[in-house]
C-alpha cells in the first residue's frame, strides 16, 4: 500500500516554462513534506519542505504548495532550466519529520531546450 | 563537511555470500537512516538509530538483515546470507533529530548479488 504517490513517472518541459510535480499521500499522520532531488549515481539531495500548518514555501525558483483537504502536494519550477533535469522525489513524516521519511516512486524531469 | 560517506560504492557478490554496508553519518548528526532503493518499491526505509539505539526497524525485510550502529559516527548494514533479490542501492542518510530536520543523503552503495 502506497502511502505516497508520484503518478507521473515522467514530465517534459521546454526550457523557461514552468514544471509542476505533483504528489499524493494517504497517510493522515503525515505532516512534514519535503522534495528531493536525484541525479544518476548520486543521493537525493534535499530540495525544499513544507509543514502541515503551511499551505505554501517558497525558496527561489522552486514553490511547494500543500493542499491538506486534498492530501495533495505539488512542486513549482519557474523557470525551469537544463540542470533541472533529474529525478524528483516527494517525501512525507509524521512526528514533525524527525523520524524515517516515505518516499513516492518519484517523477523524472526532463528540461528541453 | 564531508557529507554523509558510504562504502563500498559498489559491492558485487555471489548468493549465499556475507555483504556489510558501511556508512559514516555527518559529524554532530544523532539520527541515522539506511533506505534501500528498488525498481519496483522505489526508496524505503530499512531502520533507523537515533543517539545509536535503533528506534524502528520495521522496514527491515528479514532476519537476514541486520544493522548496528556501535558509535555516532558509523554504522554497518549487514545481509548475511545475501540472495539475488537483495540487489538494490543501498542508501544512508543522517539528521538532527529535530522537528523539520532535513535527512542528508550519502552517494549510495549499489549490490548486485548474482
Known amino acids: 500500500d502506497q502511502q505516497v504517490k508520484q503518478n507521473s513517472p515522467s514530465l517534459s518541459v521546454q526550457e523557461g516554462r514552468i514544471s509542476i510535480l505533483n504528489c499524493d499521500y494517504t497517510n493522515s499522520m503525515f505532516d512534514y513534506f519535503l522534495w528531493y532531488k536525484k541525479y544518476p549515481a548520486e543521493g537525493p539531495t534535499f530540495l525544499i519542505s513544507?509543514?502541515?500548518?503551511?499551505d505554501k514555501n517558497e525558496d527561489g525558483r522552486f514553490t511547494v504548495f500543500l493542499n491538506k483537504s486534498a492530501k495533495h502536494l505539488s512542486l513549482h519550477i519557474v523557470p525551469s532550466q537544463p540542470g533541472d533535469s533529474a529525478v524528483y522525489f516527494c517525501?512525507?513524516?509524521?512526528?514533525?519529520?524527525?523520524?524515517?521519511?516515505?518516499f513516492g516512486k518519484g517523477t523524472h524531469l526532463i528540461i528541453q531546450p | 563537511d564531508a557529507g554523509v560517506i558510504q562504502s563500498p560504492r559498489h559491492e558485487v557478490t555471489e548468493m549465499g555470500q556475507e555483504v556489510t554496508l558501511r556508512c559514516k553519518p555527518i559529524?554532530?548528526?544523532?539520527?541515522l537512516f539506511w533506505y534501500r532503493q528498488t525498481m519496483m518499491r522505489g526508496l524505503e526505509l530499512l531502520i533507523y538509530?537515533?543517539?545509536?539505539?535503533?528506534?524502528?526497524d520495521s522496514g527491515m525485510p528479514e532476519d537476514r538483515f541486520s544493522a548496528k550502529m556501535p558509535n555516532a559516527s558509523f554504522s554497518t548494514l549487514k545481509i548475511q546470507p545475501s540472495e539475488p533479490r537483495d540487489s538494490a542501492v543501498y542508501f544512508c542518510?543522517?539528521?538532527?533529530?529535530?522537528?523539520?530536520?532535513?535527512?542528508?543523503f550519502g552517494a549510495g552503495t549499489r549490490l548486485s548479488v548474482l
Open positions: 542518510a543522517s539528521s538532527l533529530r529535530t522537528p523539520g530536520n532535513i535527512q542528508y
Open positions: 513544507i509543514s502541515s500548518i503551511k
Open positions: 517525501a512525507a513524516a509524521s512526528g514533525g519529520g524527525a523520524d524515517g521519511l516515505t
Open positions: 559529524s554532530g548528526h544523532n539520527s
Open positions: 538509530f537515533n543517539n545509536n539505539v535503533p528506534i524502528d
